[in-house]
Protein backbone atom coordinates (compact mmCIF):
# COMPACT_ATOMS: atom_id res chain seq x y z
CA UNK A 1 0.00 0.00 0.00
CA UNK A 2 3.02 2.32 0.48
CA UNK A 3 4.39 2.12 -2.23
CA UNK A 4 1.20 2.93 -4.10
CA UNK A 5 1.03 5.77 -2.24
CA UNK A 6 4.24 6.70 -3.24
CA UNK A 7 3.74 5.94 -7.14
CA UNK A 8 0.74 8.27 -7.07
CA UNK A 9 2.37 11.09 -5.54
CA UNK A 10 4.91 11.17 -8.18
CA UNK A 11 2.69 10.38 -10.95
CA UNK A 12 0.88 13.67 -9.80
CA UNK A 13 4.05 15.78 -9.18
CA UNK A 14 5.05 14.54 -12.50
CA UNK A 15 2.11 15.69 -14.23
CA UNK A 16 2.01 18.99 -12.31
CA UNK A 17 5.55 19.54 -13.37
CA UNK A 18 5.21 19.20 -17.00
CA UNK A 19 2.70 22.03 -17.25
CA UNK A 20 5.64 24.50 -15.72
CA UNK A 21 8.64 25.92 -18.53
CA UNK A 22 11.62 25.08 -17.47
CA UNK A 23 14.09 28.07 -16.76
CA UNK A 24 16.59 28.38 -19.75
CA UNK A 25 20.56 28.09 -18.93
CA UNK A 26 22.13 31.01 -17.54
CA UNK A 27 18.79 32.82 -16.89
CA UNK A 28 17.95 34.51 -13.68
CA UNK A 29 15.67 32.03 -11.56
CA UNK A 30 12.15 34.09 -9.96
CA UNK A 31 12.16 35.58 -6.69
CA UNK A 32 10.60 32.68 -4.04
CA UNK A 33 10.22 32.25 -0.83
CA UNK A 34 10.68 28.87 0.79
CA UNK A 35 10.78 26.56 4.32
CA UNK A 36 14.79 26.20 5.77
CA UNK A 37 16.21 25.10 8.81
CA UNK A 38 17.02 28.93 9.73
CA UNK A 39 13.27 29.61 8.82
CA UNK A 40 12.02 31.27 6.00
CA UNK A 41 14.03 32.70 3.22
CA UNK A 42 13.21 34.79 0.11
CA UNK A 43 15.67 34.74 -3.00
CA UNK A 44 15.74 38.28 -3.25
CA UNK A 45 16.87 38.76 0.28
CA UNK A 46 19.88 36.23 0.11
CA UNK A 47 20.68 38.32 -3.55
CA UNK A 48 21.56 41.06 -1.39
CA UNK A 49 24.16 39.49 0.50
CA UNK A 50 26.08 38.61 -2.68
CA UNK A 51 25.83 35.32 -5.38
CA UNK A 52 23.82 32.38 -4.29
CA UNK A 53 23.96 29.11 -5.56
CA UNK A 54 20.69 26.77 -5.86
CA UNK A 55 20.93 23.36 -5.68
CA UNK A 56 17.98 20.59 -6.49
CA UNK A 57 18.50 17.22 -5.04
CA UNK A 58 15.92 15.17 -6.37
CA UNK A 59 16.51 12.24 -5.10
CA UNK A 60 16.64 13.41 -1.15
CA UNK A 61 15.30 11.18 1.55
CA UNK A 62 14.04 8.83 -0.75
CA UNK A 63 14.90 4.79 -0.98
CA UNK A 64 15.76 4.78 -4.47
Known amino acids: ?6 AV ?4 VTLLASKVTA ?3 N ?3 PDFTA ?3 Q ?5 S ?3 VKG ?3 LAYYYADFSSG
Open 23 to 25: LEV
Open 1 to 6: MKRMIC
Open 27 to 29: SPA
Open 39 to 43: GEITL
Open 9 to 12: IVIA
Open 45 to 47: ELL
Open 51 to 53: PVI
Open 35 to 37: SST
